[in-house]
C-alpha cells in the first residue's frame, strides 16, 4: 500500500473554507448574544440568582421540586430560590458554555486547516494564534464568570467580565473577516493608526460604560445634558474611581455614595462625547457605505444612552444599549480589517483544493 506521507499528501484534510467560516459566523451571532444576556441579568437583578457556581444550588438546573428545593435550603439557607432571578443566570451560564464548546471547534479546524498546510499562518492569513487566544479567553471569562457570583458582583469584575466577553466577540469577528466573511470592503490604506485610536477610545468608554452599571451609577443624574440641573454637580471621583473598592460587601444595587456616582455617571458622558467625535471623524474619513453604517452606529448609540436617562432605564433600551456598543466595535474592527488588508479586503487565499482550476491551454491560446 502507497504510504501517504510519502508521496507528500498532506496527514488531515483541510477543512472547507465555508465551514470554517460558517463557524466563526456562528460563533459571532453567539458571543453577541451571550454578551446580551449578560446585560439583562444584570439589569435584572438576576446576577446572584444562583449562590454558586457552576452549578445552581448544586443543580445544573434551577431547582423546582420539593426535594431539590429542601436542599438548595439546606445549602444555602441565606439564600432563598428566586426562579425568576435563577432562570436568566443559568440561561447565560447555558449559551455560555456553548459558546465555549464552539470556539474549541474553531481551534479544531484551525488546526486541521494549518496541519494541512492548506493556507499560511501568515500576518493576513487566518493562522492558529487568534483561535488560541480565543479559548483562552473564554477559559478566562468562566473564571471571571465564577467570580462575579463568588465575590458578590464586585464592579471590577463585572467590568473585566464585560469587557472579555466584548473581546470574545470581537476576536471572532476577526476570525471571520480573515476567512472572508464580509465582501471585498473598500481598501482604506493609511488609516490603520487612526482606526486603532478609535478603538481604544471606544474600549475606555465600553470599560467607563461596564463601571457606570455595576456600580449602579445608571441614574446618578435624572437630566441630560446637565445633572440636577448643574453643568458640574457636587462629584466624589475619587470613591467613584476607587478600584481597590472592598471585596466582601453585596454590590447588589450599589454601595457608593450619590457624588460618587455621579462622578461615574459624569464621566461616561464626557466619554460618549468623545468617542461621538472620534467615530464621526472616522466615518467621514472612511465614506462610502462603511462610513455610513459607521457614523448610524455611533449616532444610535449615544441617542440610546440618552434615551437611558431620559426614560430611567429601560429594560429594552439598556440591553440595546449594550449591543450597540458591541456593534460599534464590530464595525471599528471591520474599518481596521479593510485599512490593513492589501488588495482591498480580499480573504487570504482559499486552500488549493478549493481554488477554480485554471485552464492554462486555453488561456495561452488567447489573442494578445
Ligand atoms: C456613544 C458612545 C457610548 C458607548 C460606546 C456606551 C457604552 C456603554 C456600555 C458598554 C455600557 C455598559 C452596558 C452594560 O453593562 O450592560 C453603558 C452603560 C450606560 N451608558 Fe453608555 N455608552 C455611550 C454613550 C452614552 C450616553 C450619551 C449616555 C447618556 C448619558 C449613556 C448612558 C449610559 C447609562 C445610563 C449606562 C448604564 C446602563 C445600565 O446600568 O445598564 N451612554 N454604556
Redesign the pocket.
Known sequence: MADPLASGAPRVAAPSRSAERGLALAGVALAALVVAL??YT??VDAGLGCPDWPGCYGFITVPASAQELAAAEARFPDAPVEPDKAWPEMVHRYFASGLGLLTFAVLALAWRRTAAGAAPSGARGPGRGLPMALVVLVIVQGAFGAWTVTLKLWPQV?TAH?LGG?ATLGLLWVHALQLGAVKQPRSRPGLAVAVRWVIAV?VA??A???W???N????A?PD?PLCHGHLAPPMDFAKGFDIFQDIGPNYLGGALSSEARIAI?VT??I???I??FA?AWLAWRVGGALGGALAGI?AA??G???A??WLQ?PLAV??L??A??AT?LLALLTVHFAATTAGAGQPSPAPASERPRVDRSASSSRPA
Open positions: 449578560g446585560a444584570r439589569l463585572v464585560l466584548f471606544v468608554q465600553v467607563l460604560g461596564g457606570t452599571s455595576s449602579y451609577a445608571a441614574l443624574c441630560f455617571q461616561h458622558r466619554g460618549a462625547f468617542t461621538l467615530a455611533v448609540q449615544f440610546l444612552g440618552l437611558n436617562v432605564l439598556a440591553t444599549h449594550n450597540g456598543a460599534l
